[in-house]
């Protein structure tokens, strides 16, 4: 992140964060209070704010307080400033951390990935196809996706989409629309956005899960998670515990229940019935449904490949995943 980038994360986190957050009537003060650093639009908030709607963080002895930030720079800033206890975010990222001497850890949020989208009658049919093509790929160079893509059609197509293809680094709502426009020839993006172009009748070419099979590793782990710092879970294990037991809560509910989903849709930005579904199932499969020492293995191996494929720029000087990286409680 440029120096310029963390300034403006800093004031964003700060301004947001002098903003207190409302207590709701009937609040018990000896309940401890955990702050999650959100973003307003974002699927986290989906999940939290079904936990406080249905009161589940009073029922786990806790009081969650959503805190809105603008973007995820400005979480990971104010988690490490102590302005908020849990953010969501990658377990690279969490590993980053704790190489740097920064003790944080990782619990499962969710396993949706991203995937490859072309229009509906595009002649792209596979990854072999993608030579020339305008590939709109959402974030950086280094994001994940784009990494396990270009090792995918080079290991099994002879492909360096670098060189081969005309990939174009963007925000994810301007790629959506320029693939709609035909500006773009296939788009690689993250889950909500996938979903969206789904919902409109485009074709999903493959899921990030797709080539994560094709690369020989396992497909359903937990790409981000809840963060938090290791000296707050420590210090206090009630109120991790009743997050866990809140949003567990929260989960469930939504997995089953259509009309839980029906109160979530202004917060879901649903463009029509379609995309609500879509958004809505996508969700419901995203949902982590095992998180045993297999999984956690399973993702220091995919933790290895990433180190090769995107170097120090990705994960900093470890080779492996950093220990204590995902949260296994304890004292």
Not at 241 to 248: K, S
Request: proline share 5%; aromatic share 8%; glycine share 10%.
């Amino acid at each position: 992140m440029s120096a310029g980038c963390t300034r403006r994360a800093t004031l964003l986190a700060a301004g947001a964060l002098a903003i207190s957050a409302a207590i709701r009537p009937g609040f018990a003060a000896e309940r401890p209070v955990v702050r999650a650093g959100v973003l307003k639009f974002g699927t986290v908030s989906w999940e939290l704010d079904t936990v406080r709607a249905n009161r589940f963080d009073e029922q786990a002895g806790i009081d969650l307080r959503l805190v809105e930030l603008a973007g995820n720079p400005a979480t990971q800033v104010a988690l490490q400033a102590g302005g908020v206890e849990v953010i969501v975010s990658d377990w690279l990222w969490v590993s980053r951390m704790r190489t740097k001497g920064e003790a944080l850890s990782f619990i499962p949020y969710s396993t949706a990935v991203g995937a490859l989208v072309v229009p509906a009658g595009s002649e792209i049919s596979g990854i072999a196809d993608l030579r020339g093509k305008r590939i709109g790929v959402a974030g950086s160079p280094l994001d994940k996706s784009w990494l396990l893509l270009k090792a995918l059609a080079g290991d099994r197509h002879g492909l360096a989409l670098d060189r081969d293809a005309h990939p174009f680094f963007g925000a994810p709502p301007l790629l959506n629309n320029k693939l709609a426009d035909g500006d773009l020839d296939a788009v690689l993006t993250y889950w909500p956005f996938a979903a969206r172009l789904e919902a409109r009748g485009m074709r999903v070419l493959v899921t990030v899960s797709d080539m994560l099979t094709a690369l020989g590793q396992p497909a359903d782990i937990p790409s981000i998670g809840y963060v938090f710092r290791e000296e707050w879970a420590r210090a206090n294990p009630a109120a991790l515990a009743g997050f866990q037991t809140a949003t567990g809560k929260a989960k469930a509910l939504l997995a089953q229940s259509d009309a839980a989903w029906e109160r979530l849709a202004p917060l879901m930005q649903a463009e029509d019935d379609a995309t609500f579904r879509t958004l809505r199932d996508r969700y419901r499969e995203g949902i982590p449904r095992r998180w045993t020492a297999e999984e956690q293995a399973g993702a220091a191996q995919l933790y290895a490949l990433l180190a090769r494929l995107g170097g120090r720029d990705l994960v900093g000087d470890a080779a492996t995943i950093a220990p204590g990286t995902f949260w296994t409680g304890g004292a």
